[in-house]
Each structure stands twice: as structure tokens, then as C-alpha cells.
């Protein structure tokens, strides 16, 4: 019983650990979201051409019922030509709908466009705002005039109705397993893992991997995860079965223990491979088995990496070795936080923000350094391409672009450690907002209009945040769990039926 209550709260604690901090997500089933609200005011496009960028998270957990509506309320110049004019929705790369800038809605303006998602399961969606802007029919714009802008306004809307996902495959377990965000119309029960036989070292040891897996999942929806563990499988509830030759009595689908050997639709798998088996139920059922200690850790190790959309999988051998964890001597790059390549079309102004979490328990020292590595299409013009980049709003500096390269270049922007400790209510800090800002200018040679899309920038996950630090000198509540995750003796009391709140 001690060691299933350790095994219990231990997971719960593995969920502290850092993870990346999404922007304001979606959650509300059917429900209209500000821009404001999601963390996008009022912003200006300036320019003959014009790129405005968001991006809005889908949480871990739901997906979209059916399509979205996106109905943008714009102001603009109103000596803007309205029959060369124009603005343009682009969801994903792919463009819905367009609307001429004219008189009639330069003061309260309204473009409405259905969102194709019904089904869509990416993590978010990149929406763009691009805009054409003329005052006169003369080839020779200029191109600097400021009566050429556009404002896209913080009171445009976006409609969604989100859904549980309650079915998929094993490339979704952590779409079926992790909590759902707190603002859903619905709350999930957290997965009951089932051990069976009860006290193998091997499958506890198994259980700990699985249990880690969850964490990795909960983070991902923002949420601390409980965990349940049984030796019985409970009806009506999210399980995940640990089994080393052997299986819980019940019906499992495809899957049986011949007493020798697991069976997939009668078909022996090797003793030496780890199985995975996803029942197409609601609520969701895993199994993770090994026939020997050593395939049942292959299946366990398995949960932590990407799976491909199957309901059955057989683990050949341990998952390719992970990359080397966030933050470890100080540094973490785009892609251990999660954070994906981020690419922008289009001349002029592009704004992109992403949100971040950095460890709770450290105080920054002089020397930190935020280095972005960028890709950007050579036909730039280099001395008027810029890049600008700010962290919790606070401005690192700008740099030109370098295009004359094939491949990307690193910017150095040099952070100030002192005002990313604490606020000036001495509170911890623990979030970094960072905000790049990209300017691409075209060559608009005789004067003579050009590909707009010949202009591009990737933010590649290559980038690195570089943090020197100290070990938090005072106990703050602010930087919890820190003081249990240092590397120091702690000690953890539990009572003796442990309750939970929630």
C-alpha cells in the first residue's frame, strides 16, 4: 500500500518540472473569443503590403466539432484607393476570403469568413491578415506614406466548438489521457493506471514510466495531473493497464496472454516485443505489455515518443534516445520547449509571439543571452529587413537581416538579468513573453510592383535561450515546487490515507 501511495503522489510531483506556457488558449465549447482576450489589442499593418500574424493554441484534450467562424473589425485610412485596396484572410497557408478597403468601411469595418477545421487536429492555427494598400494608380508608390495603414482591432472574433476528443488512435493517447483545460464545459477523471501482477519490480518500474508520460501529457493542457493506481481495472473510467505476461480477466479487444505469449487477432507476438493496444472505447482503454522485463520497458519508454496513428504496435527495441532535457547547464532550445519552426510570408511588418516558462528555482545572472536562428528568403532587401525582438515586454534591440546566406543566421539579443528575477512587487518571475518582430522589405526596382510572397522568414526550433543562474537564495512561495526539485535532501510526509482536493 506505501508503495502505491508513493508511486501516486511521486507522479504528481514529476508534473512541476518546467514545460513550455501556451498563449491564451481555446477551451470554451461554443463559445466567441476576443482577440483581445487572447492576448491580441489593436494592431496596425503600415505599408503598400502588409502582414498581420496570429496564433491561436488549441488545447491538448479537444478539437474542433465543426468549422469556426473568424470576423475581423477593422478600421482604415480613408484615402486608401478602393479598387486596389484590399485585405485577406489566410487560415494555415490557405486563403478564405477577401474585402475591399473602401469609404463605406474605413470607420467600421467588417469581414466575416467560415474556418474549414471540422476535425482539424494540428495544435493551433496560424491565421494572417495580409493587406494591399494604394493611394494612387501611379507605379511609383511611396511606399513610406503613413496615410497607408490598416487597423485590425482587438474587438475581432473568433468562433469556435470545441470537443473532448474521445476516440483516435495511439498517435492521440495524449489527446484521450490529459486533463482538459479548466475552462471546458466538461472535466475528465484522471487515468487510473492498473498493475498487474501487483508488486513485479518490473512493473512498477514500468508504471514509473508511464506515470512520467502522463506528466509530459498533462503539461501540455497547462494541468497537474492526478493519478490513480489499482490492481483492479475500474468501469467507466480512463485506465491504462501495466501488464508483464500476463492480463487483467476482462475482454481486450484483439489482444489475449496465451500463457506463453501475447496474441494480436491470434497472431503470437515475439516474447522480446513490447506491445501497445489502444481500445476504440469511450472512456479510453491502454494496455502496455511486455512478455519479459525487458519488452515490457520497450512498450513503457514507447509512451514518450511520437506513435504512429495505429490501435495496435509492437516495440521492437527501446525508442531512439530523447534529446537532452530543457534547461540542463542553463539552456534550452525552441524545440525542447516545443516550439515548432514558425514561418512568415509577405512584405512588411510581421509580429510573433510565443510564450515560455523557465525553471522556478533560479536567479539569472548578468550574461544571459537569447539567440534566434532565422532562415529568410535572399531577394530581401538587406538594409531595410530588419529583426526587433522583446522579452516581457521589455525591448532586447534590432538587428538587420542577413540575406545574403543560403541557410540560417544566428541574432544575438542580450538579456537584462535584473528585470527578469522579479517584478517590482519583488515577485518571482517565471514567465519570458518573448515578442520578434520582422520587417520585409522587397526591392521594388523602376518602380515596378513584385511577388510579395517572394518575401519569407523562419524562426527555426534551433533557437536557444541561454540562462547562467544561481540557486534561489530565499524560500518563496512564488517559486514552488524549486525547493523539492534542487539537489538537496527533501523530505515527503504523507498522512496515512492521503486526501485529495480538487
Not at 461554443?30 to 491580441?40: E, K, P
Not at 468601411?105 to 491578415?129: K, M, R, T, Y
Not at 475528465?188 to 509530459?216: C, D, M, N, W, Y
Not at 536557444?464 to 534561489?472: H, S
Request: aromatic share 6%.
Amino acid at each position: 500500500m506505501v508503495v502505491k501511495q508513493l508511486l501516486r503522489w511521486m507522479s504528481g510531483l514529476f508534473l512541476c518540472l518546467q514545460m513550455l506556457a501556451f498563449p491564451a488558449p481555446l477551451a470554451a465549447q461554443g463559445s466567441i473569443h476576443r482577440f483581445a482576450d487572447l492576448g491580441y489589442s489593436d494592431r496596425t499593418a503600415s505599408g503598400i503590403d502588409a502582414v498581420l500574424d496570429y496564433y491561436f493554441p488549441i488545447p491538448t484534450g479537444l478539437r474542433p466539432r465543426s468549422n469556426g467562424v473568424l470576423t475581423l473589425r477593422f478600421t482604415h485610412s480613408p484615402l486608401l484607393r478602393a479598387d486596389r485596396s484590399t485585405i485577406t484572410v489566410v487560415l494555415n497557408g490557405r486563403s478564405l476570403g477577401s474585402a475591399r478597403l473602401t469609404p463605406d468601411n474605413a470607420e467600421e469595418g467588417v469581414l466575416s469568413v467560415v474556418l474549414p477545421i471540422a476535425g482539424f487536429d494540428g495544435p493551433g492555427l496560424f491565421i494572417q491578415v495580409r493587406l494591399h494598400m494604394r493611394l494612387t494608380d501611379d507605379i511609383c508608390e511611396e511606399v513610406q506614406n503613413p496615410a497607408l495603414w490598416t487597423v485590425v482591432r482587438g474587438d475581432s472574433t473568433l468562433q469556435l466548438d470545441l470537443q473532448p476528443v474521445e476516440a483516435g488512435t495511439l498517435a492521440d493517447v495524449a489527446a484521450l489521457f490529459a486533463p482538459l483545460p479548466l475552462s471546458a464545459p466538461e472535466v475528465r477523471a484522471p487515468p487510473t493506471i492498473v498493475l498487474h501482477p501487483t508488486t513485479e519490480p518490473s512493473t512498477l518500474a514500468a508504471a514509473g514510466k508511464v506515470a512520467f508520460a502522463i506528466g509530459q501529457w498533462a503539461a501540455l493542457a497547462q494541468q497537474d495531473q492526478v493519478l490513480t493506481v489499482s490492481d483492479t481495472v475500474p468501469e467507466q473510467l480512463p485506465t491504462i493497464v501495466v501488464a508483464l505476461a500476463s492480463l487483467p480477466e476482462g475482454n481486450w479487444g484483439s489482444v489475449r496472454w496465451n500463457g506463453r505469449e501475447y496474441e494480436v487477432d491470434g497472431q503470437e507476438v515475439p516474447p522480446d516485443h513490447g506491445l501497445l493496444m489502444l481500445e476504440p472505447a469511450s472512456p479510453p482503454r491502454l494496455v502496455v505489455a511486455g512478455a519479459t522485463p525487458t519488452a515490457l520497458r520497450f512498450a513503457a519508454q514507447a509512451l514518450s515518443t511520437s506513435l504512429p496513428a495505429a490501435a495496435v504496435l509492437a516495440v521492437t527495441q527501446l525508442p531512439p534516445q530523447l534529446p537532452a532535457a530543457a534547461w540542463r547547464d542553463g539552456a534550452a532550445s525552441f524545440a525542447q520547449l516545443g516550439v515548432d519552426r514558425r514561418q512568415v510570408v509577405g512584405a512588411g511588418e510581421h509580429q510573433i509571439d510565443f510564450a515560455f516558462e523557465r525553471p522556478s528555482g533560479w536567479d539569472i545572472r548578468v550574461g544571459g543571452m537569447l539567440d534566434l536562428q532565422i532562415a529568410t528568403a535572399s531577394g530581401l532587401r538587406a538594409q531595410t529587413s530588419w529583426v526587433t525582438a522583446a522579452v516581457n515586454g521589455i525591448t532586447l534591440g534590432s538587428q538587420r537581416l542577413q540575406v545574403e546566406t543560403n541557410g540560417p543566421v544566428q541574432y544575438r539579443f542580450t538579456l537584462p538579468a535584473d528585470l527578469l528575477n522579479s517584478d517590482l512587487e519583488g515577485t518571482p518571475i517565471r514567465r519570458l513573453d518573448l515578442q520578434i518582430r520582422l520587417y520585409l522589405d522587397l526591392p521594388n526596382s523602376g518602380c515596378e510592383e513584385v511577388d510579395t510572397s517572394a518575401a519569407w522568414a523562419v524562426i527555426e526550433p534551433t533557437s536557444t535561450w541561454r540562462l547562467p543562474n544561481d540557486p534561489a537564495a530565499v524560500d518563496d512561495l512564488g517559486r514552488f515546487p524549486a525547493a523539492l526539485l534542487a539537489d538537496t535532501n527533501a523530505r515527503l510526509v504523507l498522512p496515512p490515507q492521503p486526501t485529495i482536493y480538487l
